[in-house]
């Protein structure tokens, strides 16, 4: 086992490091004779169980979970043109039933506004049934031509977290929009994954909305992610789909609505922003186990120390935490490596020793090691995983600003892209984000950036000069 420690390579080769530590950590079998589709090992399985349960519960507070067919008939995708415009070379059709060839195509959902907007319809009658907000975890298709990656970009979406909320008025939609980048910003505080909130310019915004606000993680390589989006759609679907209420004095009126998704890039973005060269490093709110207790036996003492262990483990599984010991009969050493490739953030060591003493050795996923009191343990335990969790998050933190450099003129962009974004000004026109694409070969992001990274000053756009805006200039993924 200790002999494979020297080949997960360094992560400042981050291309292969992250192919590498799939495998290795056992999060995604890239093995599965499909392309862009891959399959979850049961422990990158329990890591998404337990961030989509951080979803799942921010979301129950004022949403509920529904659950809509996968097919979508060939007429209702068909019907919002900028959407179709937006997903027609992207969509996987089911032609055929047997042999037979359907009357009806029927698409597999890229994404279900053309599955769910035709039921809303038929469910929304009077402003006494609005707000409307539910949300879904499903899978979803998309034929990416783009290079597919595992948990970045895939053809089969297999945890496509979508939301979709219908409002009386343009202005509640809005206020929907904000509500939902803030939790998109609390998710990815317990993820202890840095965001930047920004505005996508109009060209890439989401097919059919009025506006798009996205969240980007910045990679280890500098190129950012889009993990998260939350769209206006105006009333542009509901005009489509006759999604209608009867307002207070008896008028019929289009709805307003939103949209918002996050997808298995959030884990992406967690085992990028957090892992080491020895593995994952797993933030305390996910990881599918919290404490790995590793008994050091010596002579004649062992059974005794398995009991401690096992009394520990108890003690801690009591007070909630996710807990295993490694009874396994291998060397220490060969666990730490293990559960360190894993990702667990604390591991808890008992030997002989310990015992006569009354301590534990408690050892955070970052190396710090604290000799702990064993009876006061669940406090122990939990003041290292608080402790653990801050510092992975600062570490985070400082990582993504020492990515974001300030650009005032063109010049200054490709340096600052080789390390992660450029923060620009930039006047708004489609023209003069062309020509920092063109000069630079790096993207205008977005605007209206909110981020405590980014200084909010405006001044001369850095394409013609004139009078211009902050805005995030990188390479995505
Ligand atoms: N209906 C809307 C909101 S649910 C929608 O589909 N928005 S989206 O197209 O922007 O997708 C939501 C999020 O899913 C994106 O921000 C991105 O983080 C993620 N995503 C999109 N395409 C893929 C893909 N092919 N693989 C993995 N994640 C993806």
């Excluded at 409307?132 to 783009?146: A, D, G, I, M, S």
């Excluded at 505005?199 to 992610?225: E, H």
Aim: negative net charge.
């Amino acid at each position: 086992m200790e002999d494979e420690a020297g080949s997960l390579p360094a992560k400042s080769d981050f291309s292969a490091w992250y192919n590498d530590i799939l495998w290795r950590a056992e999060i995604m079998d890239v093995r599965y004779p499909v392309k862009g589709i891959y399959v979850w090992f049961p422990h990158g399985f329990a890591l998404r169980r337990n961030v989509y349960q951080r979803l799942r519960d921010l979301l129950d507070a004022d949403h509920q979970e529904t659950l809509f067919p996968l097919l979508i008939p060939k007429h209702e995708f068909m019907k919002e043109a900028e959407h179709i415009k937006g997903f027609e070379e992207e969509v996987y059709w089911v032609t055929h039933g047997g042999t037979s060839e359907l009357d009806v195509p029927l698409a597999l959902r890229p994404t279900s506004e053309t599955a769910i907007y035709p039921m809303y319809a038929l469910w929304i009658r009077s402003h006494a049934d609005l707000p409307l907000k539910l949300y879904q975890v499903v899978n979803t298709f998309r034929y990416e031509t783009k290079h597919t990656r595992p948990l970045i970009r895939l053809r089969e979406i297999t945890s496509f977290k979508e939301a979709h909320t219908v409002h009386a008025t343009w202005e509640d939609a809005e206020r929907q929009v904000e509500e939902a980048v803030g939790l998109y910003r609390t998710f990815y505080e317990q993820l202890c994954v840095p965001v930047i909130i920004s505005r996508r310019p109009d060209w890439d915004k989401f097919p059919g909305a009025d506006y798009t606000i996205a969240a980007d993680t910045i990679m280890p390589d500098g190129r950012t992610l889009q993990i998260g989006t939350v769209h206006h759609l105006g009333d542009h679907f509901s005009r489509t789909f006759d999604i209608t209420y009867e307002d207070a004095s008896g008028e019929q009126q289009f709805a307003h609505q939103t949209c918002y998704g996050i997808s298995e890039r959030s884990i992406a973005a967690v085992v990028s922003v957090h892992g080491d060269d020895r593995g994952l490093v797993l933030p305390p709110a996910v990881a599918p186990v919290q404490v790995a207790i590793v008994p050091i036996i010596v002579g004649k003492r062992e059974e005794e120390v398995l009991a401690h262990a096992a009394a520990l483990e108890a003690e801690l599984k009591g007070a909630g935490y996710r807990t295993t010991v490694d009874t396994r009969a291998i060397r220490p050493g060969a666990k730490y490596y293990y559960w360190e490739m894993r990702g667990v953030p604390l591991r808890l060591e008992v030997g002989p020793r310990d015992i006569d003493a009354g301590t534990v050795m408690a050892v955070n996923r970052l190396g710090d090691k604290t000799a702990v009191n064993r009876t006061a343990i669940v406090e122990e335990v939990q003041a290292q995983m608080e402790q653990f969790r801050d510092r992975l998050r600062t570490r985070a933190e400082e990582e993504m600003a020492h990515k974001i450099t300030a650009a005032s003129a063109m010049e200054e962009i490709p340096a600052a892209v080789r390390a992660g974004v450029a923060v620009v000004n930039w006047c708004g026109s489609e023209e003069c984000a062309e020509r920092i694409e063109k000069e630079t070969g790096a993207a205008l992001l977005g605007s209206d950036i909110r981020s405590r990274y980014v200084e909010k000053k405006g001044g001369p756009c850095v394409a013609c000069g004139g009078a211009g805006r902050p805005a995030l200039v990188g390479r995505s993924y």
